[in-house]
């Protein structure tokens, strides 16, 4: 969507007769990296978060799907004898991710550390297969 909204941007300034700088834009959004990760026992999802605290970032569970969402504010301000420089930029995000059936997720753990969020989701214990017998009649 957000390569959609920023080629719908260039056309309109092109049909203004100029072109926008792409290098110099404030980007409204943002795409954290997200690695996911399942074995027997657990599935860890891990997002990269850079320039986040834990309080921008809100975690929920629902329905068997994780989705995470945050904001991230930067604001710069500089001052010299003949200038003046301030910069701000801002970026919400949301990633849902679909998890197994068998996640416990009374025992989910959450934890971020140096802009690196680490949720562990333990599984219940093994689904058995079941053979149902077919009868003809």
Aim: proline share 5%; aromatic share 8%.
């Amino acid at each position: 969507m957000a390569l959609r909204q920023d080629m719908d941007h260039m056309f309109d300034e092109f049909s203004r007769g100029s072109l926008p700088a792409p290098f110099d834009k404030e980007w409204t959004a943002f795409d954290p990296r997200v690695d996911v990760v399942e074995t027997d026992q657990e599935v860890k999802v891990t997002a990269e978060l850079p320039g986040l605290d834990a309080p921008d970032v809100d975690l929920t569970l629902s329905h068997n799907v994780l989705t995470i969402k945050g904001e991230k504010k930067h604001e710069h301000e500089e001052k010299g004898e003949n200038y003046y420089r301030a910069e701000r930029s801002y970026g919400s995000f949301q990633r849902s991710i679909t998890l197994p059936q068998n996640v416990e997720t009374d025992r989910v753990e959450a934890a971020f550390d140096k802009g690196v969020l680490t949720v562990t989701l333990p599984k219940t214990a093994a689904d058995e297969t079941l053979k149902i017998a077919v009868k003809s009649q």
